[in-house]
């Protein structure tokens, strides 16, 4: 019978290949919506929590952001720095389905820029 021996890689080359292999599986949304308080406006918010539970209301837990925010984001860390330097507050709002004008998915299984 033979012997098969594993060697252990070193630290190293292991901390290397995760950074080669680092994904950001955590999906975000750019969503524009009727402003509920005047139908002219619009509201541009990101988020990674969308409810598809409910056929008539939308529950979205977000941040609003501006429209030139909004092109600075990639992936859900840069949301997370915009929130921290501009102090914005995480809202949770519902709204009818048909205020939605879109929903844009941003990142899916982006790679990770190391």
């Known amino acids: ?6 060697k252990p890689l070193n630290a ?9 292999n680092k994904t950001t599986t955590k999906l975000l949304y750019l969503i524009v919506i009727q402003d509920p308080l005047e139908d002219t406006k619009i509201k541009l918010l990101v988020t990674s929590k969308l409810d598809f539970s409910n056929t008539i209301l939308a ?10 925010q909004s092109k600075k984001i990639k992936n859900w860390d840069d949301v997370i720095t915009l929130a921290a330097k501009t102090k914005l507050e995480l809202i949770n709002i519902q709204c009818p389905w048909s205020r939605i004008y879109y929903i844009n998915n941003v990142s899916y299984n982006k790679k990770v820029q190391s």
């Open 12 to 20: 190293e080359a292991l901390q290397k290949a995760e950074q080669n």
């Open 59 to 68: 529950t979205i837990t977000g941040y609003v952001i501006t429209t030139a």
């Open 1 to 6: 019978m033979t012997e098969i021996v594993v």
